[in-house]
C-alpha cells in the first residue's frame, strides 16, 4: 500500500515510496468525489505496542487532529463523509488511518485542492492558521527541500488524477543524499518515544531504497 514516485536530472533527484494520499478524483455516476486519507500514529509493525496502536490515547489525540484539521480544509469543497479508523500495515511500521472522501459541489481544481489540503496537520500544524506562521519560521532554520511536499499527476485526456505527501524519501544532489523523517508532537508526547520513531522511518527507507 505505498506509491512509488520520483523525479531527476544529472545534478539533483527524489525517489521515494510514501503510504500517504493526499487526494484522488473518482468519477461517480453523476458526481466526482474526491477521496483522501488522514494518516497519523506510527509504531514499529514487531512491536509489542502494535496491537494497543488503536486504543493508545496519546496517538489517538494525534490521529484526530489531522482528522479534523482536514476536514476543516475540505468543508468548503463540499460534503464531507469520514470512514472508520483503520491500521495501515506496511512492511516496516504500521499507522493509524482515517479514509476521508467529499462528493465535490464543482469540478475539481487540481492546484485550487492542493493549495487547501497541503500541509495537513500531520506534515504541517495545527491549528493551520497559526501553525503555518510557526511552519515558515521553521522552515528557515531546517530546509526540508522537497521533502513533505505534494507530488502527482495529472492526465486531462483520461480525467485522471492523483496527488501524494512526498515523504518516506531519499533526496540527493551532487554532493551529498539526506533522508527526511518526520513524527507528530503532541502535549503527550514523550522524546524518547519520537526519537525512536524518526529513527526507525530512516531505517525503513534505507530498506526500501537498498541504502
Not at 512509488?4 to 533527484?13: E, I, K, P, S
Request: hydrophobic share 40%.
Amino acid at each position: 500500500p505505498a506509491f512509488v514516485y520520483g523525479f531527476w536530472d544529472r545534478t539533483q533527484g527524489i525517489l521515494g515510496a510514501t503510504p500517504e494520499l493526499l487526494f484522488r478524483f473518482v468519477n461517480d455516476e453523476n458526481s466526482i468525489r474526491m477521496e483522501t486519507m488522514a494518516c497519523a500514529a506510527t509504531e514499529d509493525r514487531q512491536s509489542p505496542r502494535l496491537i494497543s496502536l488503536m486504543k493508545d490515547p496519546k496517538e489517538l489525540h494525534e490521529h484526530t487532529l489531522v482528522v479534523q484539521g482536514m476536514s476543516e480544509s475540505l468543508a468548503p469543497l463540499g460534503k464531507v463523509s469520514i470512514g472508520k479508523l483503520e491500521l495501515l500495515e506496511l512492511p516496516k511500521l504500521a499507522h493509524l488511518m482515517t479514509p476521508i472522501s467529499v462528493k465535490l459541489d464543482m469540478a475539481p481544481d487540481f492546484n485550487a485542492i492542493v493549495r487547501a489540503l497541503h500541509p495537513t496537520p500531520a506534515l504541517g500544524a495545527f491549528p493551520r492558521e497559526q501553525g503555518m506562521k510557526w511552519l515558515r519560521e521553521y522552515q528557515k532554520k531546517i530546509d526540508r527541500k522537497r521533502y513533505g511536499a505534494p507530488v502527482g499527476f495529472l492526465h486531462k485526456s483520461v480525467q485522471e488524477s492523483c496527488c501524494y505527501v512526498a515523504i518516506r524519501n531519499a533526496q540527493w544532489n551532487t554532493q551529498s543524499i539526506s533522508i527526511g523523517a518526520g513524527c507528530g508532537v503532541v502535549a503527550e508526547s514523550l522524546l524518547e518515544r519520537e526519537w525512536a520513531e524518526v529513527k526507525l522511518k530512516i531505517q525503513a527507507i534505507k530498506e526500501i531504497l537498498s541504502l
